[in-house]
Each structure stands twice: as structure tokens, then as C-alpha cells.
């Protein structure tokens, strides 16, 4: 059972990047799949989610817009496409998996928006 997040980095302000989570060990078409992040000195806050078993998506306010959230059954894996990103974007991002009460995450990728 793991998860595993890629694709941070560096980016310019308005630049895009795109995070992958993909799990291994799952039924994955299972389970909600949530993005967190956590900035500098902040809470961790949810970004986006999808319910796999029904394709439900949810937005945070502050990504409603920018981000959008997709899946892959066959690859067991869940996309966060970030455009016009911003500086207060800034924050290590976080994939959970949920089900039925039980939660697998992540070891985080960071993403840095600064010119």
C-alpha cells in the first residue's frame, strides 16, 4: 500500500504545473482522493477532491478556477493541473486516499511559485 506524489518544482507566477498521485496496493476506483497542501506557517488546507466511486469534485474557494482535478482508473492515478499559479500557492501538496474510515497519504511534493 503506498502513495506517491510527483511533479512539483519551481514555477513563475502564472506558470502551470501538474501533480500526480498515484497509488499502488488499492482497489483505487474505491476511494476519495483528496489534494492538501500546507504553506509556510500555515495549516494544512484541502484543495480539491474527487470521489471515485461517483466522480464527485470539489474545490477550496482558493482554487476554484485554477486547478482542476482528474482521474485515471486504469492508472490508478489522480491529476492536479494548477494554472496562473500564484505566490501563495507556495506549499508542500499532499495526496489522501479515503475509505470507509481509513486514510493512506503521501510524502508530499513541494511546489514554489516565486519569480
Known amino acids: 500500500v503506498q502513495v506517491v506524489e510527483s511533479g512539483g518544482g519551481l514555477v513563475q507566477p502564472g506558470g502551470s504545473l501538474r501533480l500526480s498521485c498515484v497509488a499502488s496496493?488499492?482497489?483505487?476506483?474505491?476511494?476519495?482522493v483528496t489534494w492538501y497542501r500546507q504553506g509556510p506557517e500555515k495549516a494544512r488546507e484541502l484543495v480539491a477532491d474527487?470521489?471515485?466511486?461517483?466522480?464527485?469534485?470539489n474545490y477550496a474557494n482558493s482554487a476554484k478556477g485554477r486547478f482542476t482535478i482528474s482521474g485515471d482508473n486504469a492508472k490508478k492515478t489522480v491529476y492536479l493541473q494548477m494554472d496562473s499559479l500564484k505566490s501563495e500557492d507556495t506549499a508542500v501538496y499532499y495526496c489522501?486516499?479515503?475509505?470507509?474510515?481509513?486514510?493512506?497519504w503521501g510524502q508530499g511534493t513541494q511546489v514554489t511559485v516565486s519569480s
Open positions: 474527487l470521489s471515485l466511486p461517483d466522480g464527485t469534485i
Open positions: 496496493g488499492f482497489t483505487f476506483r474505491r476511494y476519495v
Open positions: 489522501r486516499l479515503l475509505r470507509a474510515g481509513y486514510e493512506y
